[in-house]
């Protein structure tokens, strides 16, 4: 007769378990409850069952103690605390699974007493400490899995005694020190993942002996050393990830066995040619190699992948010639081959990989025409040609690339008129085909490119004629140049209303006439029009219009009678001014010396940038030392941030963008949008811009300096944490969401910040919350789709514009709920939202996911507390017109909410405040 055995699966059981102590106490011996709705502690009866050896309450929300089983799984629930010492004594435990919940504290060394244990999962937790060597008593352990935790310190060689071990993952947590050698006793090994850690030194040899491994990742560490040749013995291998660590030498003949299906080692110094068993490893998926000092020939380096989906080798010293046989990698969506020194023509069979989304071969020596089968590849969204040597003209067929977002044509010897098809391009974002020797005029169809956002640049060609009124449907357009051509008329006056220009050029054409009256030409610098017949207009460098029509004959006479009368009268005052103009030259240069000394120590410093902008950039340059690292105090995707203390006392904070090779666009409009959003826009919640600086040397922006730094390192630290009480923690929602609210509702265009994170929320010594890092804002246009490119932090971006690519204020309200939800639990909530959104939600009670290194909220500030909660959860509702806007958020968060009758505080859940009519 079987032993008894209870199993409900996913039923929506609900509320305490304690109903199970009537069912065959003293017979049941398994007891399976996964995926239910059962929350509250492990009721003391299951002391009862005295036979039960197997219990599974996984997927559940419950808390407590545990009996003694051999079989513990607890994952997927809401524990939180740390994992209590005595699990030490359950001597019969073969299986403890605790991943997938909240736990803290550090990994008792009592586990190392569990010598039956099989399996300890601990991943995806809050826990921090070092590894205890004591886990290394585990001898018949098969799996450990301690990733996605808080560990720091080395990694005990004693876990080299686990010889049994088929999975060791310790990925994502802060470990440091060396691979321990002693990982090559891992006979049995199969998966292996340290990267995301802080390792140091090389890769021992003893990990050739892993001849079962199949996965071996170690990418983001910070190894150095060359690859082991040993390495060669791992033919099992189907997965190696190098990436982002500092290895250098030649790469060893990986792929010996044929089973290499994924080999990443982007952004390391790997030399020499590449291995000539990459030619014959027929079963890779996916190779990125970009970013090293590779040096080979591309016609012999590569075969014939019928697997293949993904290939970067950008960035490195290819040379050669491309092969034909690229056209037999069927799978392909994406080749990147660009930033070497490959010649001769593309292979017209490019044409024939259909799935290609993404064709980069710019900066090489490519020559000769571009291929007419690329109009094949309709799957297409990104093809980059530039800076290489191609000729001819641009084929008729790539109108048919219905889905390209990025042409780059630009830096080549392409000739002969632009083709009108390529207005068919209806998807393009970036066009870019500056520096070629394009004649004919500028296609009207053009001016159907009606995304168009980022660029469109046909500067440095022949284009000739009159610029198509058609130009004025690029509403989104931002950038335009056709500067450097023969483009004859005026600029239509219809140019007024394309309102998110941001940067236009019209220089060195024979454009005439009066400027269209709108803000991006009156803002526009001289040089963007300089070098034209007869432009005219309201601008710095210009002539004003003259409107009055007087005929030439009439003109003449009155000039002569003007001459006769004026030109003594002329002669007396110029003299008269002369001698007035010696005396105040004099006076000023005196009156000016005085003015600098007291600006110069004045408590706003950049308000003499408009007198003497040299001085501040050499202070600011004199007291970073030249932007050395040890004045750093942040570093983001587009810049570094330095602290600069200024002569007159002034702390300021001080963003340097990165300056590549070349310049960088991304880097470029990161810089104009900051300045143009913070220049517009006043509020006491959004940092302020004291100025800006453009150098050939340094381009960088000045804000006002916040003492506490980023609400997300302060969240991070357990002192930090601790100083932001729930007072003002809801002071910071409610400062963030002012913020929000001027932007989207209080100014002449709503502006959506596009990249709101905690990152992006500073404080100053008063904890109060300033807005920042406006690189990514963009000014909403009205009756338009805005859509945009993807931007953002992974974690706050709205889940629709994954695939609507369409930028609303309701983004930032999804990134506004999930800041607000972080400021309350202390951590970002990506597992809390995604259980909230699953079918079978748990519902875990409010007190317990609040942050739990402060008391709960005194009865004062709980209705606070409770409402600010509900409006992060209504901030965060998939459907983005369901959320509410950022304008009622602040002024309900200001007036503190509606009363409303809920549970007692201890016993709220998720559940109803997600219910709740906010």
Known sequence: MPAPTLYLHANGLGSHATALEVYNRDKLTRCGLPSNQI?????????????????????????????????????????????????????????????????????????????????????????????????????????????????????????????????????????????????????????????????????????????????????????????????????????????????????????QGRSLQAFTAVGNHFTGEIPKSIRNCTSLIRVRLNGNRLAANVSEAF????????????????????????????????????????????????????????LGLSSNHLVGEIPKEFGRLTSLFNLTLNENQLSGQIPQEIGKLSNLEVLDLSMNHLSGPIPPQLGDCFKLQYLKLSKNVFNGSIPFQIGNLVYLQDLLDLSHNSLNGQISPQFTKLIRL???????????????????????????????????????????????????????????????????????????????????????IILPVSVALFLLFVIIGISCIYYQKRRNIKKEVLKRSSENPFSIWNYDGIAVFEDIVEATEGFDNKYCIGIGGYGKVYKANLPMGQVVAVKKLHLLEGGDQSNQ????????????????????????????????????????????????????????????????????AHALSYMHHDCTLPIVHRDLSSNNVLLNSELEACVSDFGTARLLIPDSSNRTMLAGTYGYIAPELAYTMRVTEKCDVYSFGVVALEVMIGRHPGQLISSLSSPNRDDPLLKDMLDQRLSNPTAEVAHEVIFAVSMALACIRPDPDSRPTMHHVAQELSVGGPSFSLEPFHALTFRQLMDLKV
């Open 39 to 255: 929350s509250g502690s492990i009721p003391p009866q299951f002391g009862n069952l005295t036979n039960l050896d197997n219990l599974d309450l996984s997927n559940n929300s419950l808390t407590g103690n545990l009996t003694k089983l051999t079989v513990l799984n607890l994952n997927k629930n809401q524990i939180s605390g740390s994992i209590p010492p005595q699990f030490g004594n359950l001597m019969n435990l073969e299986k403890l699974v605790l991943s997938n919940n909240i736990l803290t504290g550090s990994i008792p060394s009592t586990l190392g007493n569990l010598t039956k244990l099989t399996v300890l999962f601990l991943f995806q937790n809050q826990i921090s400490g070092s590894i205890p060597p004591e886990l290394g008593n585990l001898m018949n352990l098969n799996g450990l899995t301690l990733n996605q935790n808080n560990l720091t310190g080395p990694i005990p060689p004693a876990l080299g005694n686990l010889r049994n071990l088929t999975e060791l993952f310790l990925n994502s947590n802060q470990i440091s020190g060396s691979i321990p050698p002693q990982f090559g006793n891992f006979m049995n090994l199969d998966k292996l993942d340290l990267s995301n850690n802080s390792l140091t030194g090389s890769i021992p040899s003893t990990l050739g002996k892993l001849t079962k491994l199949t996965v071996l990742s170690l990418s983001y560490c910070q190894l150095s050393g060359s690859l082991p040749q040993e390495m060669t013995k791992m033919t099992n291998l189907s997965q190696l990830n190098l990436d982002g660590n500092s290895l250098y030498g030649h790469l060893p003949q990986l792929c």
């Open 303 to 358: 075969g014939v992948y019928p697997h293949l989906i993904f290939m970067d080798i950008s960035d490195n010293m290819l040379f050669g010639e491309l092969s034909p046989n690229w056209g037999e990698c069927q799978n392909l969506t994406k080749l990147q081959l660009s930033g070497n020194m490959i010649a001769g023509r593309i292979p017209p069979e490019i044409g024939q990989l259909t799935q290609l989304s993404v």
């Open 478 to 564: 931002e950038k335009l140049n056709l500067s450097h051509n023969m483009l004859s008329g005026s600029i239509p006056p219809s140019f007024e209303g394309m309102f998110s220009l941001q940067s236009i050029d019209f220089s060195f054409n024979a454009l005439e006439g009066p400027l269209p009256n709108s803000k991006s030409f009156q803002k526009a610098p001289a040089k963007a029009f300089i070098n034209n017949k007869g432009l005219c207009g309201e601008v710095q460098g210009l002539r004003p219009c003259n409107a009055s029509s007087i005929s030439h004959g009439d003109a003449m006479k009155g000039h002569r009678v003007v001459i006769f």
């Open 669 to 736: 409009r990161s810089f104009r949008n900051e300045i143009q959003a913070l220049t517009e826009i006043r509020h006491r919640n959004i940092v302020k811009l004291y100025g800006f600086c453009c150098h050939a040397r340094y381009s960088f922006l000045v804000y006002e300096y916040m003492e506490r730094g980023s609400l997300a390192s302060i969240l991070s630290n357990d002192e930090g944490a601790a100083q932001l009480d729930w007072t003002l923690r809801v002071k910071i929602i409610k400062s963030v």
